[in-house]
């Protein structure tokens, strides 16, 4: 048996002594800007821009559309009014070609929102309304419509190759033979 055994901390015993109730659970060291909401990584922008707009003559509540290099519209979802007054409010944000959605927010007016997108024109004949071309060391695939195709579309093959060795590209198809493309290098 030891002499000099303690059978309370000596921190615990001059806490209590001293009228202090040690806490039950230890203090967060961890900064206060960790609360939820704050830590973590932020989305990335999916939108380019956002704009209001007066266009009171535009039937229903939501359209969206895209604007080709030329300046054409071509609505993919609401009404086919004129949608020259989003248009233009966009155009002063974003410059042809970009893909927009809008909302009507009351009586005359409309958020739009309009993201940038890439437009090339491929041979008249291209088959599908989705491409998907992947290069590898291993060689190239072409699929269209989810269906691996034989050939090579040099459009699109020149569109990838600026993304470095190997890439991928996706094409979809807007309007007879224009399609929006992404490219990213693998």
């Known amino acids: 048996m030891a002499l000099f055994r303690r059978r309370e901390p000596l921190h615990e015993r001059l806490a209590r002594e001293g009228g202090l109730s040690p806490a039950a659970t230890p203090l967060d060291p961890r900064p206060g800007w960790q609360e939820t ?10 939108w380019d821009a956002t704009v209001t707009a007066d266009a009171p003559d ?6 969206r559309f895209v604007a080709l290099p030329d300046g054409t519209l071509l609505v993919e979802d ?5 949608l020259e007054p989003l248009a233009a409010a966009v155009g002063q944000a974003v410059g042809a070609p970009y893909r927009a959605r809008a909302a009507r927010q009351g009586e005359s007016l409309w958020a739009v929102q309009a993201r940038r997108i890439e437009v090339l024109e ?32 040099p459009r699109l093959e020149e569109r990838g190759a600026r993304e470095g060795r190997d890439y991928t ?9 224009l399609w929006e493309v992404s490219a990213a290098a693998l």
């Open 78 to 82: 609401g009404p086919d009014d004129s």
């Open 58 to 63: 535009i039937e229903g509540d939501t359209v």
């Open 169 to 177: 590209v996706h094409a979809e198809r807007l309007d007879g033979n």
């Open 122 to 153: 491929l041979p008249a004949g291209t088959e599908g309304d989705a491409i998907d071309l992947t290069h590898t060391d291993d060689g190239s695939t072409l699929s269209v419509d989810d269906a691996r195709v034989f050939g090579s579309l």
């Open 37 to 46: 909401g704050i830590h973590g990584i932020h989305r990335p922008r999916e």
